[in-house]
């Protein structure tokens, strides 16, 4: 199965607990196995069949858009939205609207991932809901989104950051989502916004219809949150 989706990769955000690393070029750009961890992301969308990617950006834009240019070199189209202020996770998407001609995929620019997006477009046509949002199973969800389904896959909560008493489920936002255009109906139309706090708990609270997908054990999912998140993955890449 061929996927015409469109892709926007989120690549925006300083990476402050990256610094002083970070003071030079964005987070996106860090190096791992000897090329930006974006252009992983990248390699892997095109790999997928996605041929039309847009990044927003705000820190340190230049860095990227010299690097990837128009996206020629990896056989995918590339487009930038540019910030002069950060917008959060869906004001971004807001700001990129023009982009989009239907379901889209979003993709969170500070993790790797190997999300089958093959699978993950089926999986969202069979369930026909707004959104289809990747999950991982974590131990530690302390510093992560939980999220919580039914039977049926079905979202029915959401909590950034549990307390440990606060926790209901182990499965965790990826931040790779497959997007219905209905999406910039619950968008905010002005200011920044973000999906896990104000896009998606408003979705719920009104009854719309997310799934979770959740990624099998060879769809492997990396944060790159923290100077020894960096440094263990930049290991782990060197031996594979």
């Known amino acids: 199965m061929d996927i015409s989706i469109k892709a926007m990769i989120l690549a925006a955000g300083r990476g402050d607990r990256l610094r002083p690393l970070t003071d030079r070029m964005p987070k996106c750009m860090v190096p791992i196995g000897g090329k930006p961890l974006l252009e992983h992301t990248i390699e892997w969308l095109a790999q997928c069949g996605v041929t039309d990617v847009i990044i927003n950006l705000f820190h340190l834009p230049h860095v990227v858009m010299d690097h990837f ?94 307390r440990s008493d606060q926790v209901f489920s182990n499965l965790v936002n990826a931040g790779i989502y497959l997007l219905d255009p209905r999406i910039f109906d619950w968008i905010p139309k002005e200011g920044a916004s973000d999906f896990a706090l104000d896009v998606f708990p408003a979705m719920l609270a009104n009854g719309q219809a997310m799934y979770g997908y959740r990624l099998s054990q060879k769809e492997e999912l990396w944060w790159i949150d923290r100077p020894e998140d960096l440094a263990n993955l930049s290991k782990r890449w060197k031996t594979e």
């Open 69 to 162: 240019q128009d996206g020629h070199r990896w056989g995918i189209r590339i487009e930038y939205s540019i910030e002069d202020h950060p917008l959060g996770t869906a004001g971004g998407v807001r700001n990129a609207a023009w982009f989009f001609d239907g379901p889209f995929f979003l993709w969170y620019g500070d993790n790797l991932s190997r999300c089958d997006l093959k699978r993950l477009n089926l999986f969202h046509r069979n369930k026909g809901g707004s959104a289809s949002i990747a999950l991982y199973q974590r131990d530690d969800v302390s510093q992560s989104g939980i999220v919580g389904i039914d039977g049926d896959d079905r979202i029915v909560g959401f909590l950034e950051k549990p």
